[in-house]
């Protein structure tokens, strides 16, 4: 399977590809392809930062709103999501199972173990914020232990506090013919605008699922009782911190 990361300023489309004036599922139909959008969803408690993937035949297949919004700047003015969603999407190949995050989910463990847990092969991850070695290792972390796929879209240098680096990691760190562990990282863009192609292996990647030792292979539930508590303690009280 294969997926375009478009590494593009706010306000710009691609000539050929996303003419301003048509729509994306109009479009995603007429090119056989399914594309991704975000936007500012208008909600009645604020807008949600919502991302929309339309598969091939232009249908609606999963619509995600960020859980975790920063609620320590301007996003506080947002409305935050309501969950995790994994769909069915089609693709010439046969149906793969996609997920999304947006942005500062990516910073929380549990946001791709949930999609992990309801069988995300591939997790969307729009972002804007500078791609440095920290974020990019969280990103290598998230599919390394759910051995699952991760796909993050930035935006390039250009666009305040931004700098590109869009990457793909497909969380198969071993193979029988590989000695020691392989480079997840599949692609990593540089911080110029343009298109970068990620070309997961999704045989691979499921035959991994099936006899390697992470995602839910060996794992303890009744043991992590603790991570459902909503109590925070010192030194982690912020008095911006809401429900």
């Known amino acids: ?25 109009r479009r995603a139909k007429e090119l056989n392809l399914a594309i991704g959008i975000t936007l500012l969803e208008a909600w009645e408690t ?19 709103s960020k859980v975790h919004t920063c609620d320590f700047d301007v996003e506080r003015n947002l409305t935050p999501g309501d969950g995790f969603y994994v769909s069915d999407l089609d693709t010439a190949s046969g149906i793969v199972k996609v997920g999304a995050m947006i942005c500062f989910d990516r910073e929380f463990p549990e ?17 804007a914020c500078p ?12 599919a390394y232990e759910n051995m699952l796929a ?33 480079d997840t990282c599949i692609v990593e863009a540089d911080e110029s605008e343009g298109i970068w192609i990620a070309a997961f292996d999704m045989e691979m990647i499921r035959k991994y699922c099936r006899e390697e030792i992470h995602g839910n292979a060996y794992r303890r539930p009744r043991k992590y009782k603790l991570l459902c508590t909503e109590k925070i303690d010192v030194p982690f009280v912020r008095a911006d911190h809401r429900e």
């Not at 929309?52 to 249908?59: A, N």
């Not at 946001?111 to 972002?127: F, Q, T, W």
């Not at 930035?154 to 013919?177: E, H, I, K, Q, T």
């Open 111 to 127: 946001s791709a173990r949930i999609l992990m847990l309801k069988g995300a092969e591939i997790i969307l991850v729009p972002n």
């Open 150 to 182: 991760i796909a993050t879209c930035n935006y390039p240098a250009g666009v305040p506090n931004c700098n590109g680096r869009s990457s793909a990691f497909d969380g198969v760190a071993y193979l029988p013919d590989c000695p020691g562990s392989r």
């Open 1 to 25: 399977m294969k997926i375009a990361l478009l590494q593009i300023a706010a306000g710009h489309t691609l000539d050929s590809t996303l003419d301003k004036g048509i729509s994306f599922c």
């Open 131 to 142: 791609m440095e070695i920290n974020r990019l290792s969280q990103l290598r972390a998230r």
């Open 46 to 64: 604020g807008p949600k930062n919502t991302l929309i993937l339309f598969d091939r035949f232009g249908r609606r297949v999963l619509q995600f």
